[in-house]
């Protein structure tokens, strides 16, 4: 069985994890946290890492990884421009899995929200909401960011050109083409995201819904497995889906 580290292993999809690793057939060796209780980092022996924890502890871990030659499964979300020249850095040396969902429903998603965007063309308003609750701490979700992404590819545009985070004020008309983006936080919501495009006859709306964690940590295990002995390189859970 390949023994394995989980990092955040005290929190709530570290704790998901653990409990789903040996139907996967994966031995959780180390359970990594900064909370008591829980270990420092791993050792020699480990064949691979999973990191659903907070964004700055990510680039040591990642590095660690590299030096070990050892693929890396990224579930945490919130990563800085700065801190992601490190997690490149690293998949130069070693397989590094990067998603901000790993559920394989908004996987197809993904690809549902591009056709979607293509079809409908910029006469459609998109909006993209997501709901978590009220613990979760960055904003909006990187599952929002990845489905606006998606449009922005769907009209041939880039995000970060069309890109509105919420609204507040005297802001006149909507612009055509923009692609808002608005965070919910409340309560116990595990993920839920839903793409709208608004046109003035019509509104489709494209709806994910998680119910539990589980739907993530399966993923993400999977992706562990997946990598295993791949080539360097950056990957996402389309990679191991077959998508791509
Ligand atoms: N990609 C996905 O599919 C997906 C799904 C759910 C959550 N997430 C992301 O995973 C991350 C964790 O989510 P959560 O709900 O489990 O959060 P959480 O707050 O319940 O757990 C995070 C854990 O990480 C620990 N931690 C913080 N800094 C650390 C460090 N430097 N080293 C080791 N451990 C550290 C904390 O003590 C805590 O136990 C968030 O970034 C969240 O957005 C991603």
């Known amino acids: ?6 990092v955040g292993a005290a929190g709530r ?19 990594v946290d900064v909370a008591e209780g829980y270990e420092k980092t791993w050792g020699a022996d480990c064949e691979g890492v999973i990191d659903f924890s907070y964004h700055v502890g990510v680039p040591a871990s990642v590095t660690k990884a590299a030096e070990q030659g050892i693929p890396y ?15 490149d850095a690293a998949a130069t040396k070693i397989p590094v899995l990067q998603s901000g969902n790993y559920s394989l429903g908004v ?9 979607a965007a293509t079809i409908l063309g910029p006469q459609y308003d998109v909006e993209v909401v997501e709901m978590h609750h009220k613990h979760k701490k960055d904003a909006p979700s990187g599952t929002a960011l990845m ?21 507040h004020g005297d802001l006149g008309e909507r612009p055509a083409g923009e692609i808002a ?13 839903t793409v709208m495009f608004a046109g003035d006859l019509e509104r489709v709306e ?9 739907a993530f940590a399966a993923g993400a295990l999977q992706a562990l497995k997946w990598a295993k002995g791949k080539p360097a390189g ?3 859970m389309r990679h191991v889906l077959g998508f791509d």
């Open 181 to 193: 983006i608005h965070a919910l936080r409340g309560g116990s919501v595990v993920g839920d995201h």
């Open 147 to 167: 489905l606006a992404k998606s449009a922005a590819e769907g009209r041939g545009v880039t995000l970060d050109d069309k890109a509105v985070y919420g609204r």
């Open 206 to 214: 494209i709806t994910h819904k998680a119910q539990d964690r589980a």
């Open 1 to 6: 069985m390949m023994k394995i580290a989980i």
């Open 73 to 87: 499964v990224i579930g945490t979300t919130g990563i800085t421009a700065e801190e992601q020249v490190a997690v």
């Open 107 to 115: 996987n197809l998603l993904l690809e549902l929200v591009k056709k």
């Open 13 to 31: 999809m570290g704790k998901k994890l653990i409990e789903l690793a040996k139907e996967a057939d994966l031995e959780v060796a180390y359970k």
């Open 234 to 236: 950056i990957y996402t």
